[in-house]
C-alpha cells in the first residue's frame, strides 16, 4: 500500500485558519463506511444521529502553550517546541535553529519571535534522536515558564502565529489533564451547552486521556505506508471507561470515539483482544487491513492527504469511501483540519 493512495487535491482557501464564533456552528459530512453513502449536515445534528444506547468517549487531555522563542547567548535564533513535559523542570522538545545547539548551552528565553531576552532560559542536557532533553534553569517550574512565556502551538499547516483568541479556542472545554502540545481537534466542536444536551437526551459520556504530540503533524515519508515509523503518545484508560464500553456492549449500544486520539487510546487498550485498563506509551499505527475490536462510530475533522490520520479514518470506512467522501466535501466547500467542519463517520461493529 502506498502513500500516494491516501492522497486527494485540496485548494488551499479551503483551510480553516481561524475557528467559527461558535464552537457547534460547523458543517457536519455523515459517511456510512458500510455503504459509502453521504449525507451533508450541521453538527448540531449529531444529536439526532446518535442513539440513548450509545456511549460517547471524549479524550481529556489539556494543550499546553508549548511553542517558545529564545536565543543563544551568541545571538542565533531558537524555536521550541516541547514534545513532552518530563517532570517539574524537564522535558524533551524539538528545536529548529541555523545551528543545532550542543549539550550544556543555554538557551535565553523570550516573550515572542525576535524578541528581546528574559531572565528565564532552558539549558540543553542532551540529545535524544530527532529530539532534545532540556532543563528549566532558576527559580521558575517549567510550567510556570510556559504559562508566562509560552505559545499556543498551532499546527504549521495554519500558517499563522498564535493570537489570544486560540488561548480557549485550540481547546477543549472539558479538557482538564495538562500535557498535549496538539488539541484533539474533534473536540472542538463540542460546547458546554452541547455537553449538557447529550446527557439530557441520556448519552453516556466517558473519558480518556492522550497526551497528544507534535508527531502528529510529521509527514509520512515512507513510499510503502508498512515502512513508516509511528511517534509514540502517552495516554490512559482507566477502568471506569473500560466498564462504561462493556456496558454500553451489553445494551447494543455503540462505542463513539471523538477524534483520531480516542480511537488510538481504546485500540491500543484493546491489542490484547479484549479492552482493558491501559497507562503508558503507545505507537500503534492503524491504516487499512487493521482490526477495529472496540470502535462502532467517530467524529472526527478532515485530514491532510498522506497523512496517518487519514490512514485511519480509511482503515475504519474503506479508503474509496472516505476518499469519495473528502472529494464530495471539497466540492462543497466544507472548512478542512484543526478549525475546520465535522465528520460523523458509522461502520459495520467488528466481529
Known sequence: MKRSDFYYDLPEEL?????????????????????????HRQFTDLLEELDPNDLVVFNNTRVIPARLWAHKPTG???????????????????????????????????????????????????????????AAQGNQSLMELLETLGHMPLPPYLQRDDEDLDRERYQTVYGKCEGAVAAPTAG????????????????????????????????????????HKMHAEWLEVDAQLCQQVAAAQRRGGRVVAVGTTVVRALETAATSGSLQPFTGDSD???????????????????????????????????????????ESAVDQKYRFFSYGDAMFVTAPRAN
Open 188 to 227: 472542538l466542536h463540542f460546547s458546554d451547552t452541547f455537553m449538557h444536551r447529550l446527557k439530557e437526551i441520556g448519552i453516556d459520556i466517558g473519558f480518556i486521556t492522550l497526551h497528544v504530540g507534535a508527531g502528529t503533524f510529521q509527514p509520512v515519508r515512507a513510499d510503502d505506508v508498512e515502512d
Open 284 to 326: 500503534i499505527f492503524i491504516y487499512p487491513g487493521c482490526e477495529f475490536r472496540v470502535i462502532d462510530a467517530l467524529v472526527t475533522n478532515f485530514h491532510l492527504p498522506e497523512s496517518t490520520l487519514i490512514m485511519l479514518i480509511a482503515a475504519f470506512a474503506g479508503r474509496e469511501a472516505v476518499l469519495a467522501a473528502y
Open 76 to 134: 542565533g535564533q531558537v524555536e521550541i517546541l516541547i514534545e513532552r513535559v518530563l517532570g517539574e523542570d524537564q522535558c524533551l522538545a524539538h528545536l529548529r535553529a541555523s545551528k543545532t545547539p550542543k549539550p550544556g548551552s543555554e538557551l535565553l528565553l523570550t516573550q515572542s519571535r525576535g524578541g528581546e531576552s528574559t531572565n528565564a532560559s532552558l539549558r540543553v542536557e542532551e540529545r535524544e534522536g530527532d529530539l532534545f532533553h532540556l
Open 15 to 39: 483551510i480553516a485558519r481561524y475557528p467559527l464564533e461558535d464552537r457547534t456552528a460547523s458543517r457536519m459530512l455523515c459517511l456510512d463506511g458500510g455503504n459509502g453513502r453521504v449525507r
